[in-house]
């Protein structure tokens, strides 16, 4: 019985430590996986945590990169600026010295233009010849004139009413084209008087002798003509109020055409530019004896540019001292006489 005893608390005594032993093997298991666990995870809340850590020093890390980048390109750009500056400078001292050596080129001899506007339907003046070139007293006159002024001469036809727009725009430098300086001299700088004219009536019909015989006509003037400044007078109100009507045109070649065909009765126009057309164009015309006012031609520049007025009529007179004028007078007038400046 002792025995038996004996061996059944031993058996006990072996079962309690198997369980001891195992429990401590959990133990050891359970310490263990708690140590994998620390070193290979965490909790959710500080995995979150080091995640938005992680996040943040990314954004800073970016931030940091964008902030170098930009500082890069602004001193990258304020180089290139600078360089532009330095190549616009460089560019505009290169422009400024060839605009001074042009300059100085001019002022050694470089030919310039000389434009004159005129009006291409008032011949002789200035007129279109049968080859389709520009001729006529004043455009030869100036074309010398440009010559002695080592200029390049440009003759300019111009629509009569726009005379003071082309001028002063200066898409001309003067206005050389029988242009008469009664009524104007406020309003240019005259090289004149060279030749003296008048304003008459050109007519077709016999019955038609004197002024008094216009009443109850239709007569035709040039737009902003001297021709029309002289009816608009006071003095000659009268008469231009018994004409039938006073009907303005472009230019005197279709005024001529108009008296040809019996549109009009009567032209009123320049004593220059009558004789000439009756001359050559040997039509049945005449010019009244009683003339509406008496004039001179000048030479009109820009108000106030007396450099090149004066250096026109210092040319002109030199020209008529050495007989070129009055070669040129004398074959479109028959007449040398006809030039007057001094």
């Not at 369980?19 to 620390?38: A, G, Y």
């Not at 001019?106 to 003046?125: A, H, I, L, N």
């Not at 309003?187 to 019909?205: I, L």
Request: hydrophobic share 30%; proline share 2%.
């Amino acid at each position: 019985m002792v025995k038996c005893y004996h061996i059944t608390t031993r058996n006990h005594q072996k079962n309690i430590g198997s369980k001891r032993e195992i429990s401590k093997k959990k133990s050891r298991k359970n310490e263990k996986q708690k140590t994998k666990n620390r070193k290979t995870g965490l909790p959710a809340r500080r995995q979150g945590e080091e995640s938005g850590m992680s996040m943040l020093k990314a954004g800073r890390a970016i931030r940091t990169i964008l902030l170098c980048t930009g500082l890069a390109m602004a001193l990258f750009a304020c180089g290139g600026k600078q360089g532009a500056e330095k190549s616009t400078e460089k560019q505009s001292g290169k422009n400024t010295e060839q605009s001074g050596e042009k300059e100085t080129e001019k002022q050694e001899g470089e030919e310039t233009s000389f434009t004159v506007g005129f009006d291409q339907e008032f011949p002789p003046m200035g007129f279109v010849d049968s080859k389709g070139g520009y001729t006529g007293y004043d455009l030869e006159l100036a074309e010398e004139v440009a010559k002695r002024l080592n200029k390049k001469f440009v003759p300019k036809p111009i629509n009569w009413d726009a005379k003071d727009l082309e001028l002063n725009s200066g898409n001309i430098d003067c206005i050389w084209n029988g242009f008469t300086m009664e009524d104007r001299e406020d309003k240019y700088t005259f090289v004149g008087p060279y030749m003296a004219n008048k304003q008459v009536f050109v007519v077709k019909e016999e019955g038609i002798q004197s002024v008094s015989d216009l009443k109850g006509k239709t007569v035709e003037v040039q737009k902003d003509s001297s021709g029309l400044t002289a009816l608009n007078r006071d003095e000659n109100k009268s008469l231009k109020d018994s004409f039938s009507s006073l009907v303005e045109v472009g230019d005197y070649q279709s005024a001529m055409m108009d008296l040809e065909t019996g549109a009009c009765d009567a032209v009123c126009m320049d004593s220059v530019v009558a004789e000439y057309q009756i001359k050559s164009t040997k039509k049945p015309f005449r010019i009244l004896k009683d003339s509406l006012s008496e004039e001179k031609y000048g030479i009109g520049f820009k108000k106030g540019n007396t450099a090149l007025s004066d250096a026109v009529k210092k040319t002109l007179l030199e020209m008529k001292e050495d007989g070129t004028v009055d070669k040129i007078t004398e074959k479109w007038f028959g007449t040398k006489d006809s030039f007057v400046l001094q």
